[in-house]
Nanobody
Framework: QVQLVESGGGLVQAGGSLRLTCAASGSIVSINTMSWYRQAPGKQRDLVAG???????VYVDSVKGRFTISKDNAKNTVYLQMSSLKPEDTAVYYC??????????????WGQGTQVTVSS
């Protein structure tokens, strides 16, 4: 079983910054992908940034140049540094990881979600 702990959300003014953290723990042999999604009220949950299986970072066009995804492999932790925040970034942000367990099974887990609110 794997557990995800998210933190770092909050209320900021437009132009401000936040750093989201997601730490995975439990029966993990390896992490295959680590990603951040967001969901605004009345809208679907969309990918914001992530590491593909190759390790290459990817970003949705709307956050390129403003958001940076990073990771600490030793801590099984992924971060999302968000700068120059805009009101349209307001959403609940969810961490997503795909892991391989000691039984060689691959499973996907979601974090609880953390609210990011950007005021104008």
């Amino acid at each position: 079983q794997v557990q995800l702990v998210e933190s770092g959300g909050g209320l900021v003014q437009a132009g401000g910054s936040l750093r989201l953290t997601c730490a995975a723990s439990g029966s993990i042999v390896s992490i295959n992908t680590m990603s951040w999604y967001r969901q605004a009220p009345g809208k679907q949950r969309d990918l914001v940034a992530g590491f593909a299986r190759s390790g290459r970072p990817v970003y949705v066009d709307s956050v390129k140049g403003r958001f940076t995804i990073s990771k600490d492999n030793a801590k099984n932790t992924v971060y999302l540094q968000m700068s120059s925040l805009k009101p349209e970034d307001t959403a609940v942000y969810y961490c997503n990881i795909d892991v391989t367990g000691y039984d060689n099974r691959e499973l996907t887990y979601w974090g609880q979600g953390t609210q990011v609110t950007v005021s104008s």
